[in-house]
């Protein structure tokens, strides 16, 4: 079952922050966060395990509360660059081969 | 280091003409491989993965299949084309142990007409 993300667009101006939500109807094993630009392939930002773990990537941070099945993505004093689509990507169970379901993706959007 | 080849980048097909669409994989052995489609404005709806040469699991019934003839090589295949096999095909790796991070090709555009 996909995710649900929240929320489905975000536009800021640089220098602001913003969350973004990822919430699963599952039991996770873990959670992948990537970032799509316009055209081109997804890239990896950061994955969370099991265990409630926090991580960090510059000013790009995720949390992942695990009873509660949701993720969330923290990006602060946005930077024009921080602009594309964010997806979640959910993997239930150890086993899964790497099988990721994606929620549908979050628009964000940074103005000068 | 590794990387992950995919063509062709852009595809333009008549409805019910077949389609072939190659991702390679370097610098890795026995590695996992995926085929996403993202169609416009969505999410990555998975296709197919592979553990392994001749192992390909099928996520969702449609007009599509996918083989793996070398450790190395993914093919996502048709015979007749439909109008809703149009989308933005992904190919992706991952590693049989560990986190199970995807690495994505570049994708391939696919248009039916």
């Known amino acids: 079952q996909q995710p649900v993300q929240s929320p489905q667009a975000v536009i800021l101006r640089e220098g602001e922050d913003a969350v973004i939500n990822c919430s699963s109807s599952k039991a996770l094993y873990s959670v992948h966060w990537y970032r799509q630009k316009h055209g081109e392939a997804p890239v990896f930002l950061m994955i969370l395990l099991k265990g409630g773990e926090q991580k960090g990537h510059e000013k790009i941070s995720a949390s992942f509360n695990e009873k509660k099945q949701q993720s969330s993505l923290y990006l602060t004093a946005s930077q024009l660059s921080y602009s594309g689509t964010y997806f979640c990507?959910?993997?239930?169970?150890?086993?899964?081969?790497?099988?990721?379901?994606f929620g549908q993706g979050t628009i964000l959007t940074v103005h000068p | 280091s590794q990387t992950i080849h995919q063509w062709p980048a852009t595809l333009v097909q008549p409805v019910g003409s077949p389609l072939s669409l190659e991702c390679t994989v370097e610098g890795t052995s026995n590695p996992n491989l995926y085929w996403y489609r993202q169609a416009a404005g969505r999410g990555l709806q998975l296709l197919f993965y592979s553990i392994g040469i001749d192992q390909i699991s099928s996520e969702v019934p449609q007009n599509l299949s996918a083989s793996r003839p070398q450790d190395r090589q993914f093919i996502l295949s048709s015979k007749k084309l439909l109008l809703s096999d149009s989308g933005f095909y992904l190919c992706?790796?991952?590693?049989?142990?560990?986190?199970?991070?995807?690495?994505f090709g570049a994708g391939s555009r696919l248009t039916v007409l």
């Open positions: 992706a790796w991952s590693t049989i142990s560990g986190a199970n991070v995807l690495t």
């Open positions: 990507g959910t993997e239930v169970g150890g086993t899964s081969y790497g099988k990721l379901t």
